[in-house]
């Protein structure tokens, strides 16, 4: 009888890259693996990694080199690359990591213990297929009380600056039922802060058979016992409509909007291949928000240094900015990635001034901030408490997304991890709030 294998993960990337983690290791485990999570102890690392940018795949190879210096010490016995960067760099790794022990792209987590085993040395999605593992068990590595709902794998957009059609394939909406029977899952295990992920949340369904939409899918979470609050991300402006904000009335839905606008200049957004809605468009629907919702927290980003972008087409970013005034707003530089439609494009922005763009947004952005911040002072505000130390506890109000947006500080520990509690703010920063717990 063979000695049983101890797995453990190092998770890099986004939260969709997180549940192929967690899926990962739960196919490991049902295989008779024993699992672990403690990378340095453990026979076999899986690192799941990602490949969206540059300045993620760096993270990536060095996370890989770390793992293989460890194996050579005799630390651990095995490194398995997996997800993103072996789906369309495999060659490559192939040739830079000959002491990488097995490789699988994505979409294919049910096949990893085919990998660990030594059966197959690479198993790589064919994308023109689109096959994708779908909705698998998990073994959550979030902290208990949250977890992320992913809806559907891929996207069909084809933004210009974007890899994910090559990386995912299409985008494909997990089945209605499916996703409810997760969902059920989750809330059985003790989650409260659920979190809808997707490419686009606000197209999920409508290519699924039976076909759904967002708003019946929210309607149908809001009715499971245990979830506290519903958090949408990734809702696309090209596809937010009427029917998108029904999906923020059901009644475990707070009212927090991710709605990328990557740009402000029609000239900028129409090379980035998301003319539509256009700005006009963009502005109508942070309108219809703040009209019909009370206090929503509206989150969005901004690529600066596009080629082509000019100091007026700055100009009109940064006055948006600043007449919009984003909740929660992220600013990223330009990457210019290998096969992507804006690769190779003429009129380079130099780096040192995309450099000084991000960081004027960024400034502006914190202004605002820190005035949203101070007027919040004396009121009470819901949070869920994600850490407790020794006198204080980490939380997170309602427009406080997990690991992206800002935290609360609370004086006090007489409450447990996943309670949501009042607290009046008696303190800020630029970007976080500090209070005590109000007691009944």
């Given at each position: 009888?063979?000695?049983?294998?101890?797995?453990?993960?190092?998770?890099?990337?986004?939260?969709?890259?997180?549940?192929?983690?967690?899926?990962?290791?739960?196919?490991?485990?049902?295989?008779?693996?024993?699992?672990?999570?403690?990378?340095?102890?453990?026979?076999?690392?899986?690192?799941?990694?990602?490949?969206?940018?540059?300045?993620?795949?760096?993270?990536?190879?060095?996370?890989?080199?770390?793992?293989?210096?460890?194996?050579?010490?005799?630390?651990?016995?095995?490194?398995?690359?997996?997800?993103?960067?072996?789906?369309?760099?495999?060659?490559?790794?192939?040739?830079?990591?000959?002491?990488?022990?097995?490789?699988?792209?994505?979409?294919?987590?049910?096949?990893?213990?085919?990998i660990i085993s030594g059966e197959k040395k690479s198993i790589i999605n064919d994308l023109n297929?689109?096959?994708?593992?779908?909705?698998?068990?998990?073994?959550?590595?979030?902290?208990?009380?949250?977890?992320?709902?992913?809806?559907?794998?891929?996207?069909?957009?084809?933004?210009?600056?974007?890899?994910?059609?090559?990386?995912?394939?299409?985008?494909?909406?997990?089945?209605?039922?499916?996703?409810?029977?997760?969902?059920?899952?989750?809330?059985?295990?003790?989650?409260?802060?659920?979190?809808?992920?997707?490419?686009?949340?606000?197209?999920?369904?409508?290519?699924?058979?039976?076909?759904?939409?967002?708003?019946?899918?929210?309607?149908?979470?809001?009715?499971?016992?245990?979830?506290?609050?519903?958090?949408?991300?990734?809702?696309?402006?090209?596809?937010?409509?009427?029917?998108?904000?029904?999906?923020?009335?059901?009644?475990?839905?707070?009212?927090?909007?991710?709605?990328?606008?990557?740009?402000?200049?029609?000239?900028?957004?129409?090379?980035?291949?998301?003319?539509?809605?256009?700005?006009?468009?963009?502005?109508?629907?942070?309108?219809?928000?703040?009209?019909?919702?009370?206090?929503?927290?509206?989150?969005?980003?901004?690529?600066?240094?596009?080629?082509?972008?000019?100091?007026?087409?700055?100009?009109?970013?940064?006055?948006?900015?600043?007449?919009?005034?984003?909740?929660?707003?992220?600013?990223?530089?330009?990457?210019?990635?290998?096969?992507?439609?804006?690769?190779?494009?003429?009129?380079?922005?130099?780096?040192?001034?995309?450099?000084?763009?991000?960081?004027?947004?960024?400034?502006?952005?914190?202004?605002?901030?820190?005035?949203?911040?101070?007027?919040?002072?004396?009121?009470?505000?819901?949070?869920?408490?994600?850490?407790?130390?020794?006198?204080?506890?980490?939380?997170?109000?309602?427009?406080?997304?997990?690991?992206?947006?800002?935290?609360?500080?609370?004086?006090?520990?007489?409450?447990?991890?996943?309670?949501?509690?009042?607290?009046?703010?008696?303190?800020?920063?630029?970007f976080d709030l500090e209070g005590a717990v109000i007691n009944d």
């Open positions: 009888m063979s000695a049983i294998l101890k797995v453990s993960i190092h998770a890099l990337g986004c939260p969709k890259a997180l549940v192929d983690a967690e899926q990962l290791l739960a196919v490991s485990s049902d295989s008779g693996c024993e699992i672990s999570l403690d990378p340095d102890d453990c026979d076999v690392l899986l690192i799941n990694t990602c490949s969206f940018v540059e300045a993620a795949r760096t993270e990536s190879y060095e996370v890989i080199e770390e793992a293989l210096q460890k194996k050579k010490s005799g630390i651990i016995k095995k490194v398995i690359v997996t997800g993103c960067l072996p789906q369309i760099l495999l060659a490559e790794l192939q040739t830079k990591y000959p002491e990488v022990d097995g490789y699988l792209g994505t979409g294919l987590n049910s096949s990893i213990y085919e297929s689109v096959s994708s593992n779908g909705i698998l068990p998990r073994l959550k590595i979030t902290l208990p009380h949250i977890s992320y709902l992913r809806v559907s794998e891929g996207c069909s957009h084809g933004c210009s600056f974007c890899k994910i059609p090559s990386i995912r394939g299409r985008f494909r909406s997990f089945g209605l039922d499916e996703i409810l029977s997760e969902a059920n899952a989750l809330a059985d295990s003790g989650v409260k802060e659920l979190n809808i992920i997707a490419q686009d949340t606000s197209i999920v369904g409508h290519d699924a058979n039976p076909k759904y939409d967002l708003s019946t899918l929210t309607h149908k979470l809001s009715e499971i016992d245990g979830f506290e609050w519903i958090r949408i991300l990734y809702t696309n402006p090209m596809h937010f409509a009427d029917k998108t904000l029904e999906a923020f009335g059901a009644t475990k839905v707070i009212p927090y909007f991710e709605i990328p606008i990557q740009h402000a200049s029609n000239k900028i957004l129409k090379a980035m291949n998301r003319e539509k809605p256009g700005i006009d468009g963009i502005r109508e629907i942070i309108g219809k928000i703040r009209d019909n919702f009370d206090d929503p927290t509206i989150r969005s980003t901004a690529i600066v240094g596009f080629p082509g972008e000019t100091d007026e087409d700055f100009e009109i970013l940064h006055d948006f900015i600043s007449e919009i005034e984003f909740d929660r707003f992220g600013v990223f530089k330009f990457s210019d990635e290998v096969g992507t439609k804006a690769f190779g494009l003429p009129d380079k922005v130099p780096d040192d001034v995309a450099s000084e763009r991000q960081e004027q947004l960024l400034l502006t952005q914190s202004e605002i901030s820190y005035e949203r911040n101070e007027y919040l002072v004396g009121t009470v505000q819901q949070v869920i408490v994600d850490q407790i130390y020794d006198d204080y506890a980490v939380g997170r109000t309602k427009s406080d997304a997990p690991e992206i947006d800002c935290i609360v500080k609370i004086n006090g520990t007489d409450f447990e991890v996943g309670d949501i509690v009042d607290v009046k703010i008696t303190n800020f920063d630029h």
